[in-house]
C-alpha cells in the first residue's frame, strides 16, 4: 500500500486530500502541530505532530523514510503571533527539499493562483519562493494552484463570501468588479489524487479552477441565491479608504490572534482578482473543475449554512459589545469607587469590606473586558463574564434585593449580558 503524508493535515484543503488519498487506497498520515485539532478533525489516519517551521532536515528524514507521496497542504494568510508566511512557506519546504533530496518521493505543492515574486501581498510572494524552490530541486514534484476554493464547510475567505452573501437588505460590495474564480474542493482533493497517482506529467505546475469567472458581485450575488435569501434592497458599494481601513483594523486584531479573512493580505489579492488558466491541467489530462453553478448545486444549502452566514459578522460584533460592556463599567466603577462602596455600605456592609467589593469588581471587570479581545483568552474571557455576572446577580438578591427594583434596572440590565457571553463561548472554537 503506498504512503502518504499530508502537511497541515487537519485544515480545510489537506482534511479533504487525506480523506481522498485514503479512499484512494493510500496509507495516510497527517502531519501537523496541534492533537487538539487534530482530534477535532475527525479523520481516521495516524498523526504525526510537528510544528512545520521548527522542524529541521534531519527530522524529516527520518519522518518521512519510505514516504511515496508528500503533500504540503500547510499554510498562512498573514505574519501574526502563530504564523510565519516566510516560515510556512519557504523555510519549512527547504527542510523538506533537503530532506527527500535523493528519495523517489513525489511532492504536491498546493500553491494558490496568482503567486509571483512581485505580487502585492507577501502571501503570494512567499508562497512563489516556496514555489521556486521546488521547482529548482531535482524532486519528483508537481504543484497545484487553486483558485477560490469552495466547499461544505468555510472557511477564511469562503467564510466572508458566505457572510457577505447573507448581510440584511443592503448588498454591501468590495471590489465588485474584481474577477473571481472558483474551485470545488472535492476537484481539488481529485487532483491531488490524480497527482499522488502518477496520472499526470511530473515536474509541472497547474492551476486548477473552473473554465469561467464572473465579477465578486456576481458571485456574492449566486451565494445568496444558494442560501435562499431573497434579493438585496439596495446595493451600495464600499469605497476603497473605506475598504484599506477595514484590512488595517483586522490586521490589528490578527495581532491578538484573530485570523480575519478581512486582512490587508485578502483584500489586496481580491482587488487585484482570483483567477487562473486551467488549460494546463486538463491538457495534460485532469479532469476539468466544476463551474462554481455545479459546485454550489452539489452541496445545497441548509439552515445550518444560513445560521453560520448570519453568525459569521455577528460574532465579532457580541465580542465588541461585550468588550465595550464590561470595560466599560469596570471603569466607571474604579473612577467612582466610593459611590459603589456606598451602595453596600448603606445595607450594612463594613466601610472597607465595600470598599475592597468595590475596586475588586471594577479591576475584574475591565480585566474581561480586555481579555475577551485577545483570541487566546476570549472563549475563558466570557465564561468568566458569566460566571462573574451571575456572582453579582447573587450578590444582590442576598445583599441589596431592593436594587431589582431601581426604576433605572441596574441588574435587570445585566441579565442580557449573560446569554450574549454564553453565545460567543459557544461560537468560539477553542484552540
Known amino acids: 500500500m503506498p504512503r502518504a503524508f499530508v502537511l497541515g493535515g487537519y485544515g480545510l484543503i489537506g482534511a479533504a486530500c487525506c480523506r481522498a488519498l485514503a479512499r484512494a487506497g493510500f496509507d495516510v498520515t497527517a502531519v501537523g502541530r496541534s492533537r487538539a485539532a487534530a482530534a477535532q478533525s475527525g479523520l481516521a489516519v495516524d498523526w504525526l505532530y510537528r510544528d512545520l517551521v521548527q522542524t529541521d532536515a534531519a527530522t524529516w528524514r527520518a519522518d518521512l523514510a519510505g514516504a511515496d507521496v ?78 477560490l476554493v469552495l466547499a461544505p464547510a468555510a472557511y477564511g475567505g469562503t467564510a466572508l463570501l458566505r ?7 443592503v448588498h454591501l460590495q468590495v471590489f465588485p468588479d474584481a474577477p473571481v474564480q472558483t474551485v470545488a474542493l472535492s476537484d481539488l482533493a481529485q487532483a491531488v489524487v490524480t497527482a499522488a497517482q502518477g496520472g499526470i506529467p511530473r515536474r509541472r ?18 451565494m445568496r441565491a444558494w442560501l435562499g435569501l431573497p434579493d438585496w434592497r439596495l446595493s451600495l458599494t464600499l469605497p476603497r479608504p473605506l475598504a484599506r481601513l477595514t484590512g488595517r483594523i483586522a490586521d490589528g486584531l490578527g495581532r491578538l490572534g484573530w485570523r480575519s479573512p478581512l486582512r490587508t493580505n485578502a483584500l489586496v489579492s481580491l482587488q487585484a482578482g482570483i483567477t487562473g488558466d ?108 458569566i460566571a462573574v455576572a451571575g456572582s453579582y446577580l447573587l450578590g444582590s438578591l442576598v445583599f441589596t434585593p431592593d436594587l431589582w427594583l431601581d426604576p433605572m434596572g441596574p441588574m435587570v440590565k445585566v441579565l442580557p449580558s449573560l446569554p450574549l457571553a454564553l453565545i460567543v463561548a459557544s461560537l468560539i472554537e477553542p484552540r
Open 278 to 385: 486551467p488549460s494546463a491541467w486538463e491538457t495534460a489530462g485532469g479532469a476539468p473543475c466544476l463551474a462554481l453553478d455545479q459546485t454550489l448545486s452539489a452541496m445545497p444549502a441548509t439552515p445550518q449554512d444560513r445560521w453560520f452566514a448570519r453568525m459569521y459578522l455577528l460574532l465579532p460584533l457580541a465580542i465588541g459589545v461585550l468588550a465595550l460592556f464590561w470595560t466599560a463599567s469596570g471603569l466607571i466603577a474604579l473612577a467612582q469607587p466610593q459611590r459603589s462602596a456606598d451602595v453596600l455600605i448603606l445595607r450594612g456592609t463594613a466601610p472597607g469590606l465595600a470598599m475592597a467589593i468595590a475596586l475588586a469588581g471594577g479591576v475584574a471587570d475591565v480585566a474581561l473586558g480586555l481579555a475577551i479581545l485577545w483570541r487566546r483568552s476570549a472563549r475563558a474571557a466570557a465564561l468568566g463574564m
Open 163 to 169: 457572510a457577505q452573501a447573507a448581510t440584511p437588505l
Open 205 to 222: 505546475v497547474y492551476d486548477l479552477t473552473e473554465a469561467g469567472s464572473r465579477s465578486f458581485a456576481a458571485t456574492t450575488t449566486r
Open 70 to 147: 508528500v503533500v504540503n497542504a500547510a499554510g498562512a494568510l498573514q505574519d501574526g503571533p502563530r504564523d510565519d508566511l516566510d516560515g510556512v512557506h519557504d523555510r519549512a519546504l527547504a527542510a523538506l527539499i533537503d530532506a527527500l533530496d535523493g528519495s523517489a518521493t513525489r511532492v504536491l505543492q498546493i500553491s494558490a493562483a496568482g503567486v509571483s515574486p512581485d505580487a502585492p501581498t507577501e502571501f503570494f510572494r512567499s508562497k512563489a519562493r516556496g514555489d521556486a524552490r521546488l521547482m529548482a530541486s531535482a524532486l519528483d514534484w508537481v504543484i497545484l494552484r487553486p483558485t
